[in-house]
């Protein structure tokens, strides 16, 4: 046989696959023949081109030219059926569609090239669908080549040889598959479509086996993404940690939601001042805002609301419903909420540093319900402390920073670092008791923060990458905090400046000041040690403030974590540094009487001097026990991920990954309460009804504030109210109207404006009230009405 007929061997194979892609493509000139591409690929023999085209040639060696399937056989016009010559001029006078194609597959990227040389212009066509098959996989070609979209085509030509007929009397018949006669196989090839002049490409049909294929799947309907949607955000980590969380704190302060109407968990008396604050707050926002600290309490005095811490963050929790068991209502829910964000932000936060779910877990529910903090119960403005770990976690995570990967600059956003500023503003306008140690502690980051960077640019002489819209962030979002924190403090600043006594002293800060055997001291509150530590508390000269026990499950967790963690060894010693001194000041004078520790921030730092207990910042102690506690954790449970991982099989796989949930278990366990819910005391009638500016007697510290909270309905003017401090002019008034109704605090009561003095006969017993409550009053030229359990005069 010669070189150009089909099926011999003589040929070199055109270069297929990978081949294609690393020999450039040569493009032949006009009229000249173009030389096969030449490899050494030991590869090539596996193709299945190759195999059939050698069977062929095997085949037909030993027999005679079929005429009617051999050379010349088919007519001319038949490109797939025509025998091919020696010479690339042949194909081009006689094969136009072969050209066309050619010049197709030339312009789609080269894989051509070698074809050229055309011994058969259809085995051209197979042969570079048969290699492109590849090349349609690897992209390297369009799919709009005839070819390459009929893989049934292109499979036929690899298996049964090259081209329409097969040459030599391969087939017997002129059906390309089955034999037939090459006109058959012209018509059968045409039935994509009519053949174009020379140049043009030919129209793409339907797909052949369109019909076998599978149905394509229907296009969702608006409902149907709209559920998918819904499910993928009940099922997010967040979604379930909020929930959790949620749900955890409904049942560790039951009965709280029991009857939150008429009780109030711990006491009725700081509670009921908290109530009234976040009702003051939403009344006075929407009915005339610039009345904000002028309270309707401590009638005359000026910036009453800054008395004490404010709740103002809670403002607009305030402007839903009106009276006193509206604000009873909303502060239980408020109360239960603190709990469940304190327990969510410890979460995100040690999750941002690098913790496991469990272990942020364990770190929230730590942190949340400490037995320290059952004690303090009835301060909410102490329990909402939630906005802490959560803005810290916030900053972190738009910083692209954690404990456990350090400064990544391709996880910066300044989204969150809005978001963290945002919240630690809030957080601090719920009060300075918790929120301006946060603030220092923000500052003192910022400052450190900022050394380090530029420490280490002088260092290594590159600039670390931070860009300017983490900066403009960082700038506006500082900004925003020291503008909300200046405005809180300007009415305080006005309250020391009107009542300097008010300002606390050393010897405040001593009273309240723990010693170190509070540590590991409960107070009467917790469930489990409550009981067995009533020996310990009574040593303590002021137990509430001085049980300062964290957990003994915490205590240990924070121990084992400074031994086998995921924090780096450096990480875990800081932690451990932050916890021994943040310890040291919260034992305000008692250790080495505050001289290197809390004096210090006592009398330097703005603000600080307004703090008489130092043992809240036991707070920052517990978090930073419920980090290492997290550390040692997470790593725990990825020893026994991988312990699991490693068994065949794995059956006790899900005991011990049940396992890792006990310390979860255990700090849930010892945070268990008996915290006493009482009823509060009901509204009197002539509370509803007087006007004001009032008086209700007897006035005292605690019973002012059921009169605060009595106050709800309509907001009156009262000369009542209770607070950190008791102003100078209430204890006149106190002490002047220990004779009332006489002419002498007839006289005071109404040169302060008073015109209604409300009497409550349910609280006289043991008082001078005893006696004069019922006295005639006709010769001092007031009035006297009974109203319930009340007596009302009005002046």
């Known amino acids: 046989m010669t070189s150009g007929q089909p099926g011999t061997g003589n040929t070199p194979p055109t270069p297929t696959g990978a081949d294609t892609e690393s020999r450039p493509a040569t493009t032949a000139a006009p009229g000249t023949p173009t030389q096969p591409a030449r490899t050494s690929d030991p590869a090539r023999t596996s193709d299945p081109a190759r195999t059939s085209d050698r069977a062929v040639t095997e085949t037909t060696a030993g027999s005679p030219p079929d005429v009617s399937a051999g050379s010349g056989a088919a007519p001319s016009g038949d490109p797939e059926a025509a025998p091919a010559t020696s010479g690339p001029a042949s194909d081009t006078t006689r094969h136009g569609d072969t050209k066309a194609a050619i010049k197709q597959d030339a312009a789609q990227g080269g894989s051509t090239t070698s074809a050229s040389t055309a011994k058969d212009s259809t085995a051209t066509k197979d042969s570079t669908t048969t290699k492109d098959t590849g090349a349609a996989k690897d992209s390297t070609t369009t799919k709009d080549t005839d070819a390459t979209k009929d893989s049934t085509a292109a499979k036929d030509s690899t298996t049964k040889g090259s081209g329409a007929t097969k040459g030599n009397g391969a087939t017997k018949g ?57 499910g993928r955000f009940l099922i997010h980590e967040w979604t379930l940690a909020t929930l959790a969380a949620t749900a955890l704190a409904v049942l560790m302060t039951w009965p709280t939601l029991r009857y939150p109407r008429y009780t109030l968990p711990q006491d009725y008396w700081d509670p009921s001042l908290q109530a009234w604050q976040m009702a003051w707050s939403g009344h006075i926002l929407l009915a005339d805002p610039a009345r904000l600290w002028q309270s309707n309490t401590f009638f005359p005095e000026l910036w009453s609301f800054a008395f004490s811490d404010t709740l103002l963050g809670y403002a607009p929790a305030g402007m839903l419903g009106s009276g006193p068991e509206d604000a009873i209502l909303r502060y239980n829910i408020m109360f239960v909420l603190a709990h469940a964000l304190a327990t969510l932000g410890a979460y995100a936060l040690a999750r941002q540093l690098g913790a496991g779910r469990i272990g942020a877990a364990v770190a929230g529910v730590s942190y949340t319900y400490a037995p320290w903090l059952l004690a303090q119960a009835g301060h909410l403005h ?49 009060g300075f008791g918790i929120g301006l140690p946060f603030a220092y502690f923000l500052a003192g980051t910022v400052l450190v923060a900022a050394v380090l960077y530029f420490a280490r640019r002088l260092r290594t002489r590159q600039a670390v990458p931070f860009g300017r819209r983490l900066f403009t962030a960082d700038l506006l979002g500082g900004v925003l905090f020291a503008g909300i924190g200046l405005l809180m403090a300007f009415p305080f600043y006005k309250v020391t400046e009107l009542h300097p006594y008010a300002e606390r002293t050393i010897a405040d800060i001593s009273i309240f000041s723990p010693p170190a055997s509070g540590f590991v001291t409960a107070p009467a509150e917790s469930r489990i040690w409550g009981g067995l530590h009533e020996g310990a508390r009574a040593a303590l000269p002021w137990h509430p403030e001085m049980t300062l026990l964290p957990g003994f499950v915490l205590y240990a967790l924070a121990a084992g974590g400074l031994f086998f963690s995921v924090w780096r060894l450096r990480q875990r010693l800081l932690l451990l540094v932050g916890v021994l001194v943040t310890m040291a000041f919260a034992m305000g004078t008692r250790f080495f009487d505050g001289t290197f520790t809390y004096v210090p921030l006592f009398e330097h730092l703005p603000g600080w001097s307004g703090l008489r207990t130092p043992g809240r910042l036991m707070l920052w102690t517990t978090l930073l026990l419920a980090l290492l506690a997290a550390g040692a954790v997470t790593a725990l449970t990825d020893r026994v991920r991988e312990l699991t991982a490693q068994r065949i099989p794995s059956w006790p796989g899900p005991w011990l990954r049940m396992a890792t949930l006990l310390p979860l278990l255990l700090v849930t366990v010892e945070g268990l309460n008996t915290t006493p819910h009482p009823v509060v005391p009901t509204q009197p009638a002539a509370m509803r009804s007087a006007e004001g500016p009032m008086l209700v007697l007897p006035s005292n510290q605690s019973l002012d504030q059921h009169v605060m909270l009595w106050s709800t309905s309509g907001f009156p003017d009262v000369v009542n109210g209770g607070s950190g401090f008791t102003p100078r002019q209430l204890d006149d008034v106190r002490r002047v109207s220990q004779s009332f109704p006489d002419q002498t605090s007839v006289d005071y009561l109404r040169t302060l404006g008073v015109r209604t003095v409300v009497l409550l006969r349910g609280q006289v017993a043991g008082t001078p009230w005893e006696i004069t409550i019922d006295a005639p009053v006709e010769s001092l030229g007031i009035s006297r009405q009974e109203v319930g359990d009340a007596v009302v005069f009005r002046l």
């Open 174 to 230: 002129g059906d390309p598959a089955k034999g037939g006669d090459a006109g058959k196989g012209a018509k059968g090839d045409d039935a994509d479509g009519p053949d174009k002049a020379d140049g043009e490409a030919k129209p793409v049909g339907p797909e052949r086996w369109e019909a076998f294929a599978s149905a394509p799947e229907p296009r969702p309907s608006i409902f149907t993404r709209a559920g998918r949607a819904v």
């Open 382 to 430: 102490v329990l909402s402390n939630g906005g802490i770990p959560l803005a810290l976690a916030m900053l972190a995570r738009g910083h692209g920073w954690s404990l456990r990967h350090g400064y990544r600059p391709e996880r910066r956003h300044d989204g969150w670092v809005y978001a963290g500023w945002l919240v630690a503003a809030w957080q601090l306008s719920l």
